[in-house]
Every structure is written in C-alpha cells, then in structure tokens.
C-alpha cells in the first residue's frame, strides 16, 4: 500500500484514507504493518512496525527527527490474515539491517534511532523471510529504487552486514558488553577462537 505525505506538514494526512477501501482502513487503523517513509531526491528513509499505523504516524508527525526527514511517501506493507507482531518485528529488522548494508551506495539517511528488534525464532521466521522479505526486496522496494541490487547474496557478503553492530548479541556477549559500557575506563582483554564472536561485540561496542 502506498501513501502520498506532504512534505513538512503539521498535519496527519488522514484525509488520504478516503482513498483506500474498507479493508485497507481497517489495516491502517488497527492492522500489524511495517512501514517505510521515504524521501528518493533527499535520499531519507524511516523503517517502523505497528499495530497501528494512524496512531503511531500522528506521533511521527510531531518528532523533529522525523520532520528533518521530509519524507514524500510511506510504503506500508501488510498481511491482514498472516501477520502478528513477531512477523512484523522481524521483517522490521531484516530491512533496516540490509539497507544500512547499502548505504555505501544508496547514499541514503536511516532516521531509525534504533536497529529494529531481532526476533527469538518462531516458527513462521523462514515464511517471513523467503515469501515476504526477499520478494519484497526484489520486487517492490528495488522497483522503487529504495535498494541499490536485489541481489541479497552480494548484500550478505558485505563486511559492514556480517559485522553489523545490530548483530544479536549472545547473553556472554551482552554481559561482556554491558560491563564495558558501566566502565569504560578500564582496561580488557578479550580471548576467543576464530569465529567465537569478538568482532561483533567490538562493532556493538563502537555503536554504542
């Protein structure tokens, strides 16, 4: 579903919702969703999830971080007889953390002032991921040049993805970190064989 915004305005632009069918304002009023605002000439992009797209867009509108955005346009994706809050949550995170992948070549702003919230796995995770996020990503948003390629491959290759300070972190990882951050004067030394995670927790170190 797309909607139009207009840049800067003070209002809610609920008036668009005359636009849409009894189905599609009963989602935007009370359906799960994920949603990505977006600016292509200014090169600015919001990634959301909620329940309720009406309530929590009245409270973008009065965020300054979100003004700064101007964002022209929301592409609001739903599943009215599939979706729940851990589907849109998850599909939340897998964009937000392929498209920070990108912006080495998209040149796009992310406003999100956090990285998403990574699911624990639930069963429908590979449906979420294979049937909505990669056709998705193939289709609708590199079609809307909101992506640089489709190919998710390269993408998941890149060093910046494998490293990404959104990574989940394990709970001696979290431990680990949290201690760092309560102290960060002091001094530590981290042991681990290749692949045990050291990497990681230093680039979520250095995001926080």
């Given at each position: 579903?797309?909607?139009?915004?207009?840049?800067?305005?003070?209002?809610?632009?609920?008036?668009c919702?005359?636009?849409?069918?009894?189905?599609e304002?009963?989602?935007?009023?009370?359906?799960?969703?994920?949603y990505i605002?977006?600016?292509?000439?200014?090169?600015?992009?919001?990634i959301?999830?909620?329940?309720?797209?009406?309530?929590?867009?009245?409270?973008?509108?009065?965020?300054?971080?979100?003004?700064?955005?101007?964002?022209?346009?929301?592409?609001?994706?739903?599943?009215a007889?599939?979706?729940?809050?851990?589907?849109?949550?998850?599909?939340e995170f897998?964009?937000?953390?392929?498209?920070?992948a990108?912006?080495d070549?998209?040149?796009?702003?992310?406003?999100?002032?956090?990285n998403?919230?990574?699911?624990?796995?639930?069963?429908?995770?590979?449906?979420?991921?294979?049937?909505?996020?990669?056709?998705?990503?193939?289709?609708e948003?590199?079609?809307?040049?909101?992506v640089?390629?489709?190919d998710?491959?390269?993408?998941?290759?890149?060093?910046?993805?494998?490293?990404?300070?959104?990574?989940?972190?394990?709970?001696?990882?979290?431990?680990i970190?949290?201690?760092?951050?309560?102290?960060?004067?002091?001094?530590?030394?981290?042991e681990?064989g290749?692949?045990?995670?050291?990497?990681?927790?230093?680039?979520s170190?250095?995001?926080?």
């Amino acid at each position: 579903m797309n909607l139009p915004l207009y840049v800067n305005s003070s209002s809610t632009n609920q008036n668009c919702i005359h636009d849409f069918c009894q189905s599609e304002q009963d989602i935007l009023d009370k359906g799960f969703v994920t949603y990505i605002y977006y600016n292509l000439k200014k090169k600015t992009v919001y990634i959301g999830e909620t329940k309720h797209f009406w309530v929590r867009h009245d409270q973008h509108i009065h965020e300054s971080h979100f003004n700064d955005g101007e964002f022209t346009n929301c592409l609001i994706v739903y599943n009215a007889s599939f979706f729940t809050e851990s589907h849109i949550k998850d599909l939340e995170f897998m964009i937000i953390n392929h498209m920070l992948a990108e912006t080495d070549e998209t040149k796009f702003k992310i406003y999100n002032r956090n990285n998403g919230q990574p699911q624990p796995q639930y069963k429908d995770h590979h449906i979420v991921e294979q049937e909505v996020f990669v056709k998705l990503w193939g289709n609708e948003l590199y079609n809307q040049g909101l992506v640089h390629t489709n190919d998710l491959e390269r993408i998941r290759q890149k060093i910046i993805f494998k490293y990404s300070p959104f990574t989940q972190l394990s709970k001696q990882q979290s431990d680990i970190e949290e201690r760092v951050i309560q102290d960060p004067r002091n001094k530590y030394l981290i042991e681990g064989g290749a692949g045990t995670g050291k990497t990681v927790l230093m680039m979520s170190l250095m995001y926080r």
